[in-house]
T-cell receptor
Framework: GQNIDQPTEMTATEGAIVQINCTYQ??????LFWYQQHAGEAPTFLSY????GLEEKGRFSSFLSRSKGYSYLLLKELQMKDSASYLC??????????FGSGTKLNVKP | DAGVIQSPRHEVTEMGQEVTLRCKPI?????LFWYRQTMMRGLELLIY????????DSGMPEDRFSAKMPNASFSTLKIQPSEPRDSAVYFC???????????FGAGSRLTVL
């Protein structure tokens, strides 16, 4: 079966660093994705890892360990506009994407 | 490109009524996905199509739900009859097979009274 786990909610301070963890278990594995979703809006693509290691994109970085079924999203220099839900998704066989329930990040001044 | 276009954006209906949600994927994308999002269950994959053919509908909750993709630029998700527990935001997403990015539409917020 498929299982994607991530924390429900986190709070961090503007300017700080926050790490959102995700563990996954899927039938087949073809990549780990992070999406950002602001309240009332559609999810938008943030990052993608298929090999182990860290991928950096500006203030956002994503890490993957396939042997551990583990990923994290690292957000640096937090801004108020980063308040959103962050969805972890694993791509399984046959082009199927499985999403976690999302981590709601609250950024406080 | 205008992105993935969904309609209606909001629908309020009464239990027992038929609901039809529509989606126009990004031109050139050949994979189309229907998801449902609720607070309790998050984003659930209902069905997806490759080249207009349904590949996996195991996520469709029950026979009241059906989806079609008559051509590469249009898909529908139908609920008949609708029930209050169907209330959710329904997202359509498309991608190019072999690409790794799903592009989501703005969603259709359904409320069944």
């Amino acid at each position: 079966g498929q299982n994607i786990d991530q924390p429900t909610e986190m709070t961090a301070t503007e300017g700080a660093i926050v790490q959102i963890n995700c563990t996954y278990q899927t039938s087949g594995f073809n990549g780990l994705f992070w999406y950002q979703q602001h309240a009332g809006e559609a999810p938008t693509f943030l990052s993608y890892n298929v090999l182990d290691g860290l991928e950096e994109k500006g203030r956002f970085s994503s890490f993957l360990s396939r042997s551990k079924g583990y990923s994290y999203l690292l957000l640096k220099e937090l801004q108020m506009k980063d308040s959103a839900s962050y969805l972890c998704a694993a791509k399984g066989n046959f082009n199927k994407f499985y999403f976690g329930s999302g981590t709601k990040l609250n950024v406080k001044p | 490109d205008a992105g993935v276009i969904q309609s209606p954006r909001h629908e309020v209906t009464e239990m027992g009524q038929e609901v039809t949600l529509r989606c126009k994927p990004i031109s050139g994308h050949n994979s189309l996905f229907w998801y449902r999002q609720t607070m309790m269950r998050g984003l659930e994959l209902l069905i997806y199509f490759n080249n207009n053919v349904p590949i996996d509908d195991s996520g469709m909750p029950e026979d009241r739900f059906s989806a079609k993709m008559p051509n590469a630029s249009f898909s529908t998700l139908k609920i008949q009859p609708s029930e209050p527990r169907d209330s959710a935001v329904y997202f359509c997403a498309s991608s190019l097979a072999g690409d790794n990015v799903l592009t989501f539409g703005a969603g259709s917020r359904l409320t069944v009274l």
